[in-house]
């Protein structure tokens, strides 16, 4: 019995690692994402919940055409383009 549940939460454990690396992400997130979050943020000048609906809804556009990439990519992408138009 005692087996049985370790190997059950080994497969939970593994299965929950396999998505978050499918999505590109961790479950906790990265340092890095956050601060790239938190400047995509200041570089918007929006109040942050409008903020980030706004990098939600560039990060899933640039899903659909640059698929698989980190999620750092996206946040960097989204930089680059904020600092280009201005």
Same mark, same amino acid.
């Given at each position: 019995m005692d087996?049985?549940?370790i190997i059950l939460a080994a497969?939970?454990?593994? &299965? &929950?690692? /396999?998505?978050?690396?499918r999505k590109g992400g961790s479950p906790l997130g990265s340092g890095k994402s956050r601060s790239l979050r938190q =400047?995509?943020?200041?570089?918007?000048?929006?109040?942050?919940d409008?903020?980030?609906q706004t990098i939600d809804r560039h990060i899933e556009r640039l899903k659909e055409r640059y698929p698989k990439r980190s =999620? =750092?990519?996206?946040? =960097?992408?989204?930089? /680059?383009?904020?600092?280009?138009?201005?």
């Amino acid at each position: 019995m005692d087996l049985t549940l370790i190997i059950l939460a080994a497969v939970i454990v593994l &299965v &929950v690692l /396999y998505y978050f690396r499918r999505k590109g992400g961790s479950p906790l997130g990265s340092g890095k994402s956050r601060s790239l979050r938190q =400047e995509a943020r200041r570089q918007l000048k929006l109040p942050p919940d409008q903020a980030d609906q706004t990098i939600d809804r560039h990060i899933e556009r640039l899903k659909e055409r640059y698929p698989k990439r980190s =999620e =750092e990519w996206y946040l =960097e992408k989204i930089i /680059y383009d904020l600092e280009r138009d201005r």
